[in-house]
C-alpha cells in the first residue's frame, strides 16, 4: 500500500460525472486533475450496494466546505463509467452528485494504491487526502462492511492545512500546540 509521503500515481482512468448523456470516453489523469487544488481521493466497493451510496451522499453533502479549503472530491469504485452512470441514473440522491467517479474496471490504480480487496476483487473503503503538489498526506481504509465519515475527513483537512501540531480530537479554529523549547 502507498503511503503518507509518496507521490499519487499517475494514471488515465475513464470518469463519469453527471447523467445528461451516457458515457462517451471522458478520461481524467488525477495527477493533473484539479492543479493547485487539495484532492480528496476516496473508493468504494462496487455500486449499486448498501453502505456506498451513503458515504458518496455524505462527501457530496460537504462539497462546499470542501471546496472553501481548495479540495476538489473525487470518488471511484471499480466498476465501468457506465455503471456508474445507471447507478447515478436509479437514484436522484447520487445524480446531485456533482463530483468525478473514476472508473478502475481494470484495477490499475486500487492496485498501485493497494487497496483491491484480494478476495473480493473490489476496492476497499479507501480515502486519500492528496496535497496540490500530489503527495499523499493521509490515508484511511476500513473494511468492507463499515463506512466512514466524511466529516471526519473534512477535520483531517482543516488540520493538515494549517501546517501546525494538532493535538487529539482537534477542530478547525481551535488553538495549535506550541511546544515550548528547553
Request: hydrophobic fraction near 40%; aromatic fraction near 8%.
Amino acid at each position: 500500500m502507498l503511503s503518507v509521503g509518496d507521490k499519487l500515481p499517475a494514471f488515465t482512468l475513464s470518469v463519469q460525472q453527471g447523467t445528461s448523456a451516457l458515457p462517451g470516453g471522458e478520461t481524467v489523469d488525477l495527477t493533473t486533475h484539479a492543479p493547485g487544488k487539495w484532492k480528496i481521493l476516496f473508493f468504494w466497493p462496487k455500486d449499486f450496494t448498501f453502505i456506498c451510496p451513503t458515504e458518496i451522499i455524505g462527501y457530496n453533502d460537504l462539497a462546499s466546505d470542501f471546496a472553501d479549503r481548495d479540495a476538489v472530491l473525487v470518488g471511484g469504485s471499480t466498476d465501468s463509467d457506465f455503471v456508474h452512470f445507471a447507478w447515478r441514473k436509479s437514484d436522484p440522491r447520487l445524480a446531485a452528485c456533482d463530483f468525478p467517479w473514476v472508473a478502475d474496471n481494470k484495477h490499475e490504480l486500487t492496485r498501485a494504491l493497494g487497496i483491491l480487496d484480494k478476495d473480493a476483487g473490489v476496492a476497499l473503503r479507501a480515502t486519500f487526502i492528496v496535497d496540490p503538489e500530489n503527495v499523499i498526506q493521509h490515508i484511511t481504509v476500513n473494511g468492507l462492511n463499515v463506512g466512514r465519515n466524511p466529516v471526519e475527513t473534512l477535520r483531517i483537512l482543516d488540520a493538515l492545512q494549517t501546517d501546525e501540531l494538532c493535538p487529539c480530537n482537534w477542530q478547525g479554529g481551535e488553538q495549535t500546540l506550541h511546544p515550548i523549547a528547553a
